[in-house]
C-alpha cells in the first residue's frame, strides 16, 4: 500500500479531481493521533523487515583483518575470458601464489609485493579478494608447473 493511502485510509486523487464539490472533513486531534499510530506502525514493520534481510545477509559475512607482513593468496577467477598461466575455463587456478602484504590502504585494500612477472597489475587489492594463506608447501600452485 501507498504510504499516503496508509495514513489518510484512502486513495490518493489525482490532480484531475482536486475540485471535487462537497463536504470537507476538518482534522480534529483524533485524526492525527490516528495518523501518528500509522507512522508508528509503518516504522516498526519496517525495522522488522529490515532486521531479517540483515540478519540474512550476516549468516554470510565474516570480519578479514590481514597485518602487514602476512602472507595472502589472491583471487584471479573474477578476471573473465582471461587466460590465466596459459589456461582457460574450469582448469584455471582460482588463487595464485601467496603474496606479502605490505601495508593497510583505507578500510578494506591492501597493498601486496607483486612478483616482476605481475608488474602490469596494479598492487593494491580489495579484501574481498585476498583469502588468508596457512603454510603449507603442496598449496603453492607455480605457472610453469602447470
Not at 486513495?11 to 501518528?36: A, H, K, Y
Not at 589456461?87 to 607483486?114: H, M, R, S
Not at 603453492?140 to 608447473?145: A, R, S, Y
Request: hydrophobic fraction near 40%; proline fraction near 6%.
Amino acid at each position: 500500500m501507498a504510504p499516503f493511502e496508509a495514513l489518510y485510509d484512502r486513495r490518493c486523487r489525482t490532480p484531475l479531481f482536486w475540485d471535487e464539490v462537497g463536504e470537507r472533513q476538518v482534522e480534529g486531534p483524533e485524526s492525527i493521533q490516528q495518523m501518528v499510530d500509522k507512522v508508528e506502525l509503518i516504522r516498526k514493520m519496517i525495522k522488522t523487515a529490515q532486521d531479517r534481510q540483515a540478519s540474512y545477509a550476516n549468516t554470510k559475512r565474516r570480519p578479514f583483518h590481514f597485518e602487514s607482513g602476512e602472507h595472502v593468496l589472491l583471487r584471479v577467477s573474477p578476471f573473465r575470458k582471461v587466460m590465466r598461466f596459459c589456461l582457460k575455463g574450469n582448469l584455471a587456478p582460482q588463487f595464485i601464489v601467496p603474496f606479502k602484504i605490505l601495508e593497510k590502504v583505507g578500510d578494506v585494500a591492501y597493498l601486496l609485493a607483486l612478483l616482476p612477472y605481475l608488474s602490469s597489475i596494479h598492487n593494491v587489492f580489495h579484501v574481498s579478494l585476498l583469502c588468508q594463506y596457512v603454510a603449507d608447501e603442496s598449496h603453492i600452485l607455480h605457472p610453469t608447473e602447470v
